[in-house]
């Protein structure tokens, strides 16, 4: 996931704190409505027409974020971020999509982890060694799988494999790291895979730390 992707979703982040705040009575009133959180956060998302990551970031948010400081801090933090951004919406559609889906890795996709490979050259596993031969690879992700200590996931848009995201339980903490095809980058699908991964490991990892690494690996 490239700067530009993590800039561009704090900044999906504070633009919906900063519209949470103009309408924050309504969206008080669809959260009371709604059934459960889940519920909660489509609401919030509909009502001012942001993506899911922040309509969770303004279920989640404390009352002193509605402070007028709290406020003046989250203003000035947008401005920060759009100055930094470069490219439109337009150039990153995929940034704020919610097409991207996550599904479970499985032997079938053997082609999109030869694509990775053949692009980055380390094992699946993020130790950074050599990568051995692709069944080996996916035999020991699978062994890994079974005994709960990963998760591979293939981001997909229609039929098309757009990357993957790999989860790696190590000491504690689940090592994530997402990898986006070449003919897909650029688009902003790293940080829409970013954004689904969160739910998706921690339903697999609960009470698990995520930390994310660098891309590509």
Avoid: C
């Amino acid at each position: 996931m490239t700067a530009p992707d993590r800039a561009a979703t704090r900044r999906d982040i504070t633009a919906a704190l900063e519209a949470a705040f103009e309408r924050r009575h309504e969206v008080l009133d669809a959260i009371v409505e709604a059934e459960d959180r889940a519920s909660a956060i489509n609401s919030i998302a509909t009502l001012l027409s942001v993506p899911a990551i922040g309509a969770e970031a303004v279920l989640g948010m404390s009352f002193d974020r509605l402070t007028v400081t709290a406020r003046r801090e989250n203003a000035a933090e947008l401005e920060d971020l759009n100055s930094q951004l470069t490219f439109t919406q337009t150039e990153r559609p995929a940034s704020t999509s919610e097409t991207l889906t996550l599904r479970q890795f499985t032997d079938a996709d053997a082609d999109i982890f030869e694509k990775r490979t053949s692009d980055v050259g380390a094992a699946g596993d993020g130790s950074g060694s050599p990568a051995s031969g692709i069944a080996d690879e996916i035999s020991a992700a699978n062994s890994r799988m079974h005994a709960e200590e990963a998760v591979w996931l293939v981001a997909t848009e229609g039929s098309d494999k757009i990357g993957l995201v790999f989860g790696e339980l190590s000491d504690g903490e689940v090592h994530v790291r997402i990898w986006i095809a070449p003919e897909h980058r650029k688009k902003g699908y790293g940080t829409s895979a970013l954004r689904r991964s969160r739910s998706e490991l921690a339903a697999y990892f609960p009470g698990v730390p995520l930390v994310i690494r660098a891309p590509g690996s």
